[in-house]
């Protein structure tokens, strides 16, 4: 399995960025999917979920009507569209991928699986 990210840079603050995961050996129908950042001395956090099929979507509230998650089935690829940047943004971000029945709950822990957890290389993004 293989969630391979793209789309990290630097930008100004209110600036734009896109990334995007493509899946590998796993499909979005049998597995949520999300975005996961951290910043240096922090504590991974959840940022944006996708619910297996990407039915539901949820978001962590520091992003919530500035970060949009599309998927697109035909590439297996979840895209997150950031806005608004802000310095606090800045973070390495991190694909993941699970089996999961409650998206939200996984958002609050995405360490946290009871089923095979993968996650994607990271890609920095830096907000100034």
């Known amino acids: 399995v293989q969630l391979v990210e793209s789309g990290g840079g630097s930008v100004q603050a209110g600036g734009s960025l896109r990334l995007s995961c493509t899946a590998i050996?796993?499909?979005?129908?049998?597995?949520?999917m999300g975005w996961s950042r951290q910043a240096p001395g922090n504590e991974r956090e959840g940022v944006a979920v996708?619910?297996?099929?990407?039915?539901?979507?949820f978001y962590a509230d520091s992003v919530k009507d500035r970060f949009t998650l599309t998927l697109d089935p035909s590439k297996n690829t979840l895209y997150m569209d950031m806005n608004s940047l802000q310095p606090d943004d800045a973070a390495v971000y991190y694909c993941?991928?699970?089996?999961?029945?409650?998206?939200?709950?996984?958002?609050?822990?995405?360490?946290?699986?009871?089923?095979?957890?993968?996650w994607g290389q990271g890609t920095q993004v830096t907000v100034s």
């Open positions: 050996g796993i499909t979005y129908s049998t597995h949520c």
């Open positions: 993941a991928a699970t089996r999961c029945t409650d998206g939200g709950a996984w958002l609050k822990a995405p360490n946290l699986s009871p089923f095979p957890l993968y």
């Open positions: 996708a619910s297996t099929g990407g039915i539901a979507t």
